[in-house]
């Protein structure tokens, strides 16, 4: 889900209130540390599988309820809001953590957004990050498909790094795709041959012979050439445009955050 550059921070909604629900950004019960989620979790559900997902972090959560981010555009404002809420338990099949310190063969085996080889940081310096975000939401960049994102918000929250591993995912497929899309077409037009007149006075007696096409047709080769620059080198530029933003987004937000943390997540790190 793409946003905007304003940020509100609401109470839950969808679920009856609970009088037991644990303060938002805590890990208070023992529940909570035993449930298959914990406050802190990078979680993810599928829109549309497998090409669309919504990301979260998850607030508190106790035997029969998740509180988690939500993260979307509204219509008519100018910037992003931030939802708190209710995930009951009877859905919480929908929704999956984010494998994180995945091996190389899996972070490229599973579906992008899925899982990652970087390292999350502890829970509580994952919770700070998302209570400094809700306070200083004029830090949050103005939404970009594929810049600025549910998924870009909770790994920034979750590792300290502003980007979308979906979308970086998926400019390295279609790069890799391309690139062998061109080989192979370069490679077929290289083997093709045709029937020309055979040179000198053989050909005169209408004598034939066959020649490469890149031969016959040499204007085949900067064809070929400019395929190659436009469908290889379009995703690249996307991609180095993102990096550099996503860069840019990560040393703002992590100048701004290291200078206002809290004593005690200094003291865990």
Not at 157 to 175: D, N, V
Not at 197 to 225: D, H, N, R
Request: charge should be positive; include cysteine.
């Amino acid at each position: 889900m793409f946003f905007n550059c304003h940020l509100q921070c609401r109470t839950p909604k969808k679920g009856k209130k609970n009088d037991n629900m644990p303060d938002i950004g805590t890990r208070t019960s023992e529940s909570e540390q035993k449930g298959i989620f914990d406050a802190g979790d990078h979680i993810y559900k599928w829109n549309v599988f497998p090409i669309s997902q919504t990301h979260a972090i998850v607030m508190s959560c106790n035997p029969e309820l998740l509180i988690v981010t939500k993260l979307y555009s509204k219509s008519g404002s100018f910037g992003n809001i931030i939802d708190l809420i209710e995930v009951p338990a009877n859905r919480w099949h929908n929704w999956h953590k984010v494998k994180y310190n995945a091996s190389f063969l899996t972070s490229h085996l599973y579906f992008s957004g899925t899982c990652s080889c970087m390292e999350r940081d502890f829970n509580e310096l994952v919770l700070s990050r998302v209570r400094f975000l809700i306070l200083r939401e004029f830090l949050l960049p103005k939404g970009e498909r594929g810049y600025a994102n549910s998924e870009c918000l909770a790994v920034w929250c979750s590792t300290g790094h502003w980007l979308t591993l979906q979308a970086s995912s998926f400019l390295h497929a279609t790069m890799a795709g391309q690139a062998k899309s061109t080989a192979t077409l370069a490679l077929y037009a290289s083997n093709q041959t045709v029937t020309v007149p055979a040179s000198g006075m053989w050909g005169y007696f209408g004598y034939t012979t066959k020649v490469s096409l890149l031969s016959a047709q040499p204007m085949i080769l900067p064809a070929l050439a400019s395929y190659g620059l436009v469908t290889i080198g379009a995703p690249w530029l996307l991609l180095k445009k993102y990096r550099k933003r996503w860069k840019n987004v990560t040393a703002e937000l992590n100048n701004e955050f290291w200078s206002s943390a809290e004593p005690s997540v200094f003291v865990k790190c």
